[in-house]
C-alpha cells in the first residue's frame, strides 16, 4: 500500500490543477503569454532574413538533429524489450488490477533475462508501461544488472496512469532520471527512432516477438513448451 501522505500530495496537486484553474483558463493564460511574448519580438525589430541566411540556419538545425540522433544509446533489437499498452484509453492495466500485472511483469522479466535479453525500454506515457518501468527500477536498486529506458509513445499532457490517482509530473521526472538513459523525443520520432528497433514487446495481451529481428528457429526456441 503506497504511503497516504503521497497519495494525499497527489491529490492536493489535481485538485489545485482542475479545479482552481480550469482548462479553458489555463489556454486564456497561455493565449496572454504569447502575445506579449510577440509583442515584445515586434518592438525588438522585425529584420528579414535573406534566403542564404535561411538556408543556413536549417543546416545547423539539422546537423543539430543527427549530432542528437547519433549520440542515443544503440539498440540491438535481438536484447531489447519493450513495455507498453496496446490500448492506452481502455487499458486493463489499473489500480484494482495493478498487482496482477505487477506479477506478471515480472515473469515476463525473468523470461526475457532467460533468453538474453539485457535491455528494457518502458512507455510511460500508458499505464502498462509505467507499471513496468517502476517494477525494473527496483530490481535496479536490488542489483539486478540490466540496461532500462524510458520513452513516451504520446505527449506528458495526454499520458495515462494505472493509478485511480494518477502521478505529478515532478513524480514521472524522479522515475525517469532512475533510469540508464531518458529517450527525450516527441512521440513520432520515439516510434521510428526507437520501437521500430525492439525485438520484443510485452503489454497486457502477452508477449510478441518480431520476425523482422529474431530468427524462426529461435522463436521457435523460446516458445517450446
Not at 116 to 130: E, M, Q
Not at 157 to 170: A, D, F, H, Q
Request: proline residues 4%.
Amino acid at each position: 500500500m503506497e504511503n497516504i501522505k503521497r497519495v494525499l500530495y497527489r491529490l492536493k496537486f489535481h485538485i489545485h490543477n482542475y479545479t482552481f484553474m480550469p482548462q479553458f483558463l489555463r489556454q486564456k493564460m497561455f493565449d496572454i503569454r504569447c502575445s506579449k511574448y510577440i509583442r515584445n519580438l515586434d518592438k525588438e525589430g522585425d529584420e528579414e532574413i535573406s534566403a542564404e541566411e535561411g538556408e543556413k540556419f536549417r543546416e545547423m538545425i539539422d546537423e543539430f538533429e543527427d549530432q542528437h540522433l547519433s549520440n542515443l544509446p544503440k539498440l540491438t533489437p535481438r536484447r531489447t524489450m519493450l513495455f507498453y499498452s496496446d490500448i492506452i484509453k481502455h487499458s486493463r492495466c489499473n489500480w484494482v488490477t495493478a498487482h496482477r500485472f505487477r506479477r506478471y511483469i515480472c515473469k515476463c522479466y525473468h523470461w526475457a533475462i532467460r533468453r538474453g535479453i539485457t535491455t528494457f525500454i518502458a512507455d510511460y506515457t500508458s499505464p502498462f508501461g509505467l507499471l513496468a518501468m517502476e517494477t525494473l527500477i527496483s530490481y535496479k536498486n536490488h542489483g539486478a544488472d540490466l540496461q532500462l529506458y524510458s520513452a513516451r509513445s504520446d505527449y506528458i499532457g495526454k499520458r495515462r496512469s494505472y493509478r485511480l490517482i494518477p502521478e505529478t509530473n515532478l513524480e514521472i521526472i524522479y522515475l525517469t532520471m532512475n533510469c540508464d538513459y531518458d529517450y527525450r523525443l516527441p512521440p513520432k520520432v520515439v516510434g521510428n527512432v526507437v520501437f521500430r528497433h525492439v525485438g520484443t514487446v510485452c503489454s497486457e495481451k502477452g508477449i510478441w516477438v518480431s520476425k523482422k529481428w529474431i530468427p524462426g528457429y529461435l522463436i521457435e526456441a523460446w516458445f517450446e513448451p
